[in-house]
């Protein structure tokens, strides 16, 4: 099946009809997404889909936000691939980034999706309370998503 382009309007992405699979809950689910800046430098991620726009952890940690502030210009993969019913679907968005400050709401909307609803039973490293002063957001907002469903018939039998 092609691969459907959108590109951003004025008022955002509006549905995104044409598309060979629903977009929306794609995103929604708890997958890794790779960001790709500036010097050819890819990073793994989690990250929330919120706004038409990918929402990405960041701080003091991290030469991201400032490669960012240099270039703001990203690519992001969202991919999936199961060998054993042939299923490959893919998101990719590319646009600019900023760095915004941290919202501690969004940040458990994000860390829910991949780490489950009772945070009592989260890691002790993505508790979240108190001061977030060394954190922050990185916002990825895309002007073209392309849209792709790259199935295939598996040829072979996969445990």
């Not at 929402?55 to 400032?66: D, E, L, N, P, Q």
């Not at 893919?90 to 969004?106: C, L, Y």
């Not at 490293?125 to 922050?136: L, N």
Request: aromatic letters at 12%.
């Amino acid at each position: 099946m092609p691969t459907v382009k959108f590109k951003r309007r004025q008022d955002g992405f509006g549905e995104l009809t044409g598309a060979p699979f629903d977009v929306d809950a794609f995103l929604l689910q708890p997958l890794v997404a790779r960001i790709a800046t500036g010097n050819l430098v890819v990073r793994p991620t989690w990250y929330l889909w919120e706004d038409e726009s990918f929402w990405v952890f960041s701080g003091a940690w991290s030469r991201m936000a400032k490669r960012l502030r240099v270039d703001p210009g990203f690519e992001l993969a969202v991919d999936t691939c199961d060998p054993r019913t042939g299923k490959v679907l893919q998101v990719i968005g590319r646009g600019e980034g900023s760095v915004v400050p941290f919202d501690t709401e969004r940040g458990r909307r994000k860390l829910t999706r991949y780490l489950g609803p009772d945070e009592s039973l989260w890691d002790d490293r993505f508790a979240i309370g108190g001061t977030v002063e060394d954190i922050w957001w990185i916002r990825l907002t895309p002007d073209t998503l392309w849209v792709s469903d790259q199935s295939f018939r598996p040829s072979i039998d996969h445990p």
